[in-house]
């Protein structure tokens, strides 16, 4: 059974730092790509981020880029989604996702940006960034 449990969201000012962690278990990740999404209130879920388990290329929605960066580590089955310069408007519930097709990153990209494409999900974490 697949687990996803994120950790590491909180309260921060603007301009600050937070890492988020997901730690997932249940089977081998390989072949997977991992994703982050987020949440506001009042808002649909969108893409934050997301990478390729196997080699570590990324993609990130364009409001992100140069401001977070997402990693995984192999031996602690752990996805990460640094965040530095966090804005207000990043305040939102994040979620850690798990999609098996990794086999498409290269060819249909765009896809990975779908939350209906990723079949296990966290129960999210929420980050509140103050002005």
């Known amino acids: 059974q697949v687990q996803l449990v994120e950790s590491g969201g909180g309260l921060v000012q603007a301009g600050g730092s937070l890492r988020l962690s997901c730690a997932a278990s249940?089977?081998?990740?390989?072949?997977?790509?991992m994703g982050w999404f987020r949440q506001a209130p009042g808002k649909e879920r969108e893409f934050v981020a997301a990478?390729?388990?196997?080699?570590?290329?990324?993609d990130y929605t364009d409001s992100v880029k140069g401001r977070f960066t997402i990693s995984r580590d192999n031996a602690k089955n752990t996805l990460y989604l640094q965040m530095n310069s966090l804005k207000p408007e990043d305040t939102a519930i994040y979620y850690c996702?798990?999609?098996?097709?990794?086999?498409?990153?290269?060819?249909?990209?765009?896809?990975?940006?779908?939350?209906?494409?990723?079949?296990?999900w966290g129960q999210g974490t929420q980050v509140t960034v103050s002005a």
């Open positions: 249940g089977r081998t990740f390989t072949n997977y790509v």
């Open positions: 996702a798990a999609d098996s097709v990794d086999y498409l990153w290269y060819s249909v990209r765009e896809r990975f940006k779908e939350e209906k494409e990723y079949d296990y």
């Open positions: 990478i390729k388990w196997s080699d570590g290329s990324s």
